[in-house]
């Protein structure tokens, strides 16, 4: 079993900051990447951030150079998110492809609420 755990979340002021963290626990032999994604009411699923191995990371056009992905270890993952804007509401959801019971999959998380409003 693989759990993918998100905290952090919450109400921020337009222009604030807010750190995400992500962590993958269970049966896991190997991650090869953990990634952010975010979804707002009526909108679909978009990448935030990424990670891979290496350490390169990627990031979505409306969050490059406000929000930063950290390995904090083989297993957990922050998001450092700065400036931030009312469009950033959205639930930001965690998901790792790694390795586990024999096959690569893609694991989510329930995905933490980030307001951002005055």
């Known amino acids: 079993q693989v759990k993918i755990v998100e905290s952090g979340g919450g109400l921020v002021q337009p222009g604030g900051s807010l750190t995400l963290c992500c962590t993958a626990?269970?049966?896991?032999?190997?991650?090869?990447?953990m990634n952010w994604y975010r979804q707002a009411p009526g909108n679909s699923r978009e990448l935030v951030a990424e990670i891979l191995p290496g350490g390169s990371a990627n990031y979505g056009d409306a969050v490059k150079g406000r929000f930063t992905i950290h390995r904090v270890n083989d297993s957990a993952v922050s998001l450092q998110m700065n400036s931030l804007k009312p469009d950033d509401t959205a639930v930001y959801f965690c998901?790792?492809?790694?390795?586990?019971?024999?096959?690569?999959?893609?694991?989510w998380g329930q995905g933490t609420q980030v307001t951002v409003s005055s």
């Open positions: 998901m790792s492809h790694l390795w586990s019971n024999s096959a690569w999959g893609d694991y």
């Open positions: 626990s269970g049966s896991i032999v190997n991650i090869y990447s």
